[in-house]
Nanobody, 127 residues
Framework: QVQVAEFGGGLVQTGGSLNLSCVGT????????MAWFRRAPGKEYEFVAA????????YYADSVKGRFTISKDTDKDTVYLQMTDVRPGVTTVYYC????????????????????WGQGTQVTVSA
C-alpha cells in the first residue's frame, strides 16, 4: 500500500526557516510526481510546490516563489520543502501528496491530481 508521511513541522518565527520532509513507502517513488499543499482551518487546499518525477522541474505558488525550495531524493523516496523567510499567518497544516499520473502543467497545482496524501504536519508561524 502506497503511503506518504510528513515530518518537520513545528513553530517558526516570522522570517525564519523550517524544513519539511516527506517519505514515501509501499513502493518506489522514483516515477512519482510529488507536491506540497497547505490548508488553514476552514480553507481549501492551497498549492505550495511540486516536483516532477524526474526531479528536473519544480513548480511553485507565487506566494512562496523565491522563498521555498522543493527537492527530491529518489534513492530515499523522500521529498523536501525548505522554507525560508516564513511569513506570519494562521497555523497551517502542510500536506505531502503524490501521484504516478503523467502530469501536464495545469495538473501540478490541483489537489485533485494527487491520489496519495499524508496526514499533514502543522506549521505555526509566530510574530
Amino acid at each position: 500500500q502506497v503511503q506518504v508521511a510528513e515530518f518537520g513541522g513545528g513553530l517558526v518565527q516570522t522570517g525564519g526557516s523550517l524544513n519539511l520532509s516527506c517519505v514515501g513507502t509501499g513502493r518506489s517513488f522514483r516515477t512519482y510526481t510529488m507536491a506540497w499543499f497547505r490548508r488553514a482551518p476552514g480553507k481549501e487546499y492551497e498549492f505550495v510546490a511540486a516536483i516532477s518525477w524526474s526531479g528536473q522541474n519544480q513548480y511553485y505558488a507565487d506566494s512562496v516563489k523565491g522563498r521555498f525550495t522543493i527537492s527530491k531524493d529518489t534513492d530515499k523516496d523522500t521529498v523536501y520543502l525548505q522554507m525560508t523567510d516564513v511569513r506570519p499567518g494562521v497555523t497551517t497544516v502542510y500536506y505531502c501528496a503524490s501521484t504516478d499520473r503523467t502530469c501536464v502543467m495545469s495538473d501540478y497545482v490541483s489537489s485533485e491530481t494527487y491520489a496519495y496524501w499524508g496526514q499533514g504536519t502543522q506549521v505555526t508561524v509566530s510574530a
